[in-house]
C-alpha cells in the first residue's frame, strides 16, 4: 500500500474509531458481541485455546483496536481495496447493530465483488482470528454459552433470542443481497 493509500485508510479508520466511541453503550456492546460471534464461528469452535483468546477479550480490548493507529499496520497486508472493503465491512456492522431495520449501506463503501466467505475471514483478521469456519454452522445454544462466558459479557447471561438477532445482523453484514439506490 502506497502512502497516500495509507493515509487515506488511517483516515478512515479513525472516522470508524470516533464513530465507534459516540456510538451508543447498546450499540458498541452489541458490536462487540458481534466481533465475537464472526471470530468464534471462523473458528468454528467455542472452547480451547483460540476461543478462550477471543472470548477473554472485553469491550476495552475490542474497541481499541479501532481507538488505535497502531492497529493499522495490521491491515498494512491487505491491498487497497480490502483495507477500505475492511472498514466498509465494520462500518456497515456499527450501522447494523445501531438499527437492524434501517440497514442502507449506500455510503459505506461495501465492494460487493468479495463474497460472503472473504468478508467473513476479512472480518476475523480485524480482531487476528483466522479459520474456514461458516456463520451458516453455528450451534446457537453452544455460541449462548460460550458468550454468557465471555469477558464482554462479564458474567451477564445471553439469551438464544440475542443469540439469533447477533447472528441476523453478521449474516447480513457478510452477505451482499443489499440494493444500491
Known sequence: MDESCALAVSF??????????????DSRKRFCLCLLVL?????????GDDANKILSL????????FMEIGSLEDLKGFEENEAHHCIALMRTLLKAVED??????????????????QNH???G???????????DDVDEQRMREALSNSSVQNGQP???TEIVNL????????EQDWVFL
Open 12 to 25: 478512515e479508520w479513525m472516522a470508524l474509531g470516533r464513530s465507534l466511541k459516540e456510538a451508543s453503550t
Open 39 to 47: 471470530g468464534l464461528s471462523l473458528l468454528g469452535q467455542y472452547d
Open 58 to 65: 472485553n469491550e476495552e480490548d475490542l474497541l481499541g483496536i
Open 100 to 117: 437492524e431495520e434501517d440497514m442502507d449501506m449506500s455510503g459505506c463503501g461495501f465492494d460487493q465483488h468479495y463474497s460472503a466467505q
Open 121 to 123: 475471514t476479512i472480518c
Open 125 to 135: 483478521a480485524v480482531i487476528d482470528v483466522y479459520g474456514t469456519g461458516s456463520i
Open 158 to 160: 445471553v439469551t438464544i
Open 167 to 174: 447472528l441476523t445482523v453478521c449474516k447480513k453484514v457478510l
